[in-house]
């Protein structure tokens, strides 16, 4: 019971709260992580989108191949990356620290490995557009190689941000069951 003439007991008038309104480092760690994930995840749906969208305009003949020319062969493994987008975004929600290793490793096999082979592959048609000039696909009226490598270095750069960030939000989650662990 309170009284309002009587000595009001120590700590309970509200100073006592910052303590406990502090959020501890590693769960505001990992909310920044999720954000920064969940918006590399949209650039790499984005990504894929273009990469889809070519394949399948070219392979059901809705444009000319004059407008929209036949993918190359790193294109079709690509389309596996939506596997290692979904794994992540499963993840993200309730912290599954098994998809986010899984997106992890799939990330390695279905984005990174397929954008090294299309690098090697379209190399010499790189090469000989930029020695001669002389460019036999086009994408609506741009060299496909160029095209095609203006995306592929995009989508290095995303997909290495992604990796890197998903490490440290493993290692985040990772002390979090730790510290759970210890107590």
């Not at 009226?141 to 989508?155: E, H, N, P, W």
Request: with cysteine; proline share 4%.
């Amino acid at each position: 019971m309170t009284s309002r003439v009587g000595p009001r007991a120590a700590a309970t008038n509200g100073n006592d709260s910052k303590h406990r309104e502090r959020v501890a480092p590693h769960y505001q760690m990992s909310a920044s992580l999720k954000s920064e994930v969940r918006k590399l995840n949209l650039v790499h749906l984005l990504i894929w989108l273009l990469v889809a969208a070519q394949v399948t305009v070219s392979h059901f003949n809705l444009v000319s191949h004059d407008t929209v020319s036949m993918p190359y062969q790193w294109e079709y493994p690509y389309l596996l990356s939506l596997l290692p987008l979904i794994c992540s975004s499963l993840s993200l929600p309730k912290n599954n620290i098994s998809y986010l290793v899984i997106s992890m490793i799939s990330a390695g096999l279905f984005t990174v490995a397929p954008l090294i082979y299309g690098g090697m592959e379209m190399f010499p048609v790189a090469q000989q557009l930029y020695r001669h000039g002389k460019a036999y696909r086009f994408i609506f009226g741009f060299s496909a190689v160029t095209v095609m490598y203006l995306i592929m270095v995009i989508a290095v750069q995303v997909h290495a941000w992604q990796l890197y960030y998903m490490k440290k939000l493993l290692d985040s989650w990772f002390n979090a069951t730790e510290e759970k662990k210890k107590k």
